[in-house]
């Protein structure tokens, strides 16, 4: 498909609560691949439609091969339990990193790309990623959430224990 600019912060539509999908078609089908290819080429995990200039309720995830890629179209958070903290960073905040605390486990309700809707449980990292991606359709950011900002070196410290 294509690659598609990253909007960054301070960017409007990063705070604005993104509108419903209501046509499944071709347009949306090459919307999420070209997603996904973006999310894929700037190394993430997830990529939300706000990340790409389109306000509309759309995510793609993607944490690891045995898990695939996760289309969430119109997500909700239906339940949610226990606590993580972790490191987070955003696509739309290069060399920006912090520690964030969200539910262990999360389960969601959303469409996928023929409009049918699934539920999805998730748990951990998975879990993290899902609703930081939620969070950007409300026009929420991770750097609200933030307790406590990391520096690159401290980032790659962590990540070599």
Known sequence: MSILPIVMYPEKILKQKCDKVTVFDKNLAKLLNSMHDTMVEADGVGLAAPQVGVKKQIAVVEVD?????????????LEISGEQTGVEGCLSFPGIYGEVSRPYRVKVRAQDRRGIYYELEAEDF????????????????????????????ELERLEAE
């Not at 091969?65 to 958070?77: A, D, V």
């Open 65 to 77: 091969e045995e898990q695939g890629i996760i289309e969430l179209i119109n997500p909700e958070i």
């Open 126 to 153: 998975f879990a993290r990623a899902i609703q930081h991606e939620i969070d950007h359709l409300q026009g929420i950011l991770f750097t609200s959430k933030i307790s406590r900002y990391m520096t690159e070196e």
